[in-house]
T-cell receptor, first 116, second 114 residues
């Protein structure tokens, strides 16, 4: 059963415009969410994260929004740049302080293509 | 500060052979996670280890797969008697001793079973 879903396999956006990537989850126990970016033949790179006690987190061109009632989060990139072309993964975790186990549950990814 | 290292980057094995994948975490990191990615899918958690201890192996198949993280040296993911379905990218991630949601990933090992 897929606990984290990214329903858009790909997204094409004009350079300079806003890119919006979406992610839905089913497990209400998730309390931390992360976005990773991945280029071909490389490992995922951490981009931005948000705790469930917040509804927004911003870092430069990247903003993540969390809507807990809808179990939905989104990543906004503005303005989009050619170097943003990559696969973006949404991931979620449940705090397990007892063993510091922060295993991540991943969505299938969205391939973002920025058109010049 | 060197990042997470994985080797080999590419590994080709025939069915029935053994595959050994190595992961050296970032300096100062003592928590290691292994994930597997099948084509067109997200990463799937396999196992979480701390130095000399397997903490959670709930995502790892019970047969043929094993993992270790010795006191000295890299973490090893071992797959015995590989089958075609084991073909995937295997990623290792590390995090600091106090634990952290933000995991740092290696470049992955792409295993191909022929």
């Amino acid at each position: 059963d897929q606990q984290v879903k990214q329903n858009s396999p790909s997204l094409s956006v004009q350079e300079g415009r806003i890119s919006i990537l979406n992610c839905d989850y089913t497990n209400s126990m998730f309390d931390y969410f992360l976005w990773y970016k991945k280029y071909p033949a490389e490992g995922p790179t951490f981009l931005i994260s948000i705790s469930s006690i917040k509804d927004k987190n911003e870092d430069g061109r990247f903003t993540v929004f969390l809507n807990k009632s809808a179990k939905h989060l989104s990543l906004h990139i503005v303005p989009s740049q050619p170097g943003d072309s990559a696969v973006y993964f949404c991931a979620a975790s449940v705090t397990r302080l007892m063993d510091s186990n922060y295993q991540l549950i991943w969505g299938a990814g969205t391939k973002l293509i920025i058109k010049p | 500060n060197a990042g997470v290292m994985q080797n080999p980057r590419h590994l080709v094995r025939r069915r029935g052979q053994e595959a050994r994948l190595r992961c050296s975490p970032m300096k100062g990191h003592s928590h290691v996670y292994w994930y597997r990615q099948l084509p067109e899918e997200g990463l799937k958690f396999m196992v979480y280890l701390q130095k000399e201890n397997i903490i959670d192996e709930s995502g790892m198949p019970k047969e043929r797969f094993s993992a270790e993280f010795p006191k000295e040296g890299p973490s090893i993911l071992r797959i015995q008697q590989v089958v075609r379905g084991d073909s995937a990218a295997y990623f290792c991630a590390s995090s600091p001793p106090w634990g952290n949601y933000e995991q740092y990933f290696g470049p992955g090992t792409r295993l191909t079973v022929t």
